[in-house]
Structure formats: structure tokens, C-alpha cells
Nanobody, 126 residues
């Protein structure tokens, strides 16, 4: 069993930055591909960013390319989502998922991730 916990959400003004973190416990992080998803009110869950187990491959949704970056520190069992130039449309609950995928393909499908955290709220004010 793997536990996943997100942190770092909050209220920020339009154009501001936040860094989300996702800590895992129960098994070493380096056996899991990791993904960030978000759900805005009344909307479906949306893929944001993903990173392969090794960190060698990353993929970002078009809506956040150039503004967000994903990285991981396997020694700390933590994945990060650095969010710059935040916009009101980025307002959502952000979830971190862990999936047992040991190739370098980053999946944008939420069903590929078996373990999820409770989410952290990001609110961008205009």
C-alpha cells in the first residue's frame, strides 16, 4: 500500500506562483510514475503533468506548458509541481497520483494511477 499526500496549495493572485509537493510513503517512490491532475468546480478531472519513475520523461498538458514544471526527488520520496504565472482558470483541487509503470511513457489517463492523495486546493484570484 502506498500513501500519497499533497501540500502547498493556497490562494494566490493572478500571475503568482505556487509549488505543490506530493509525498509518498509505504514504498520507495522510484518504482512509481507520478501524475498531477486537477478538478475545477463542475468540471471533469483533467491531466496536468506527469513524470516517469526515473524522472527521465515528463509531459505537460498544453494548457500549462511554459508555466508549470514537474520534477521529482526520489531520495525524498517527493514530486513537485512548480506553477508560475498562475491564471484564474488554474483554480482547482490538485491531486497527485502514483502508478506502477516502469517504462518512460507518461500516461495522461487517470486510470493508470492506482494511488491518490486527498488533494490540495489552489485558488487564483483575479
Amino acid at each position: 500500500q502506498v500513501q500519497v499526500e499533497e501540500a502547498g496549495g493556497g490562494l494566490v493572485q493572478d500571475g503568482g506562483s505556487l509549488r505543490l509537493s506530493c509525498a509518498t510513503s509505504g514504498r520507495t517512490l522510484n518504482t512509481y510514475a507520478m501524475g498531477w491532475f486537477r478538478r475545477a468546480p463542475g468540471m471533469d478531472r483533467e491531466f496536468v503533468a506527469g513524470i516517469s519513475w526515473s524522472g527521465g520523461s515528463t509531459y505537460l498538458a498544453d494548457s500549462v506548458k511554459g508555466r508549470f514544471t514537474i520534477s521529482r526527488d526520489n531520495d525524498k520520496n517527493t514530486v513537485y509541481l512548480q506553477m508560475n504565472n498562475l491564471k484564474h482558470v488554474d483554480t482547482a483541487v490538485y491531486y497527485c497520483g502514483a502508478g506502477t509503470r516502469l517504462d518512460e511513457v507518461v500516461s495522461t489517463d487517470g486510470d493508470s494511477y492506482s494511488y491518490w492523495g486527498q488533494g490540495t486546493q489552489v485558488t487564483v484570484s483575479t
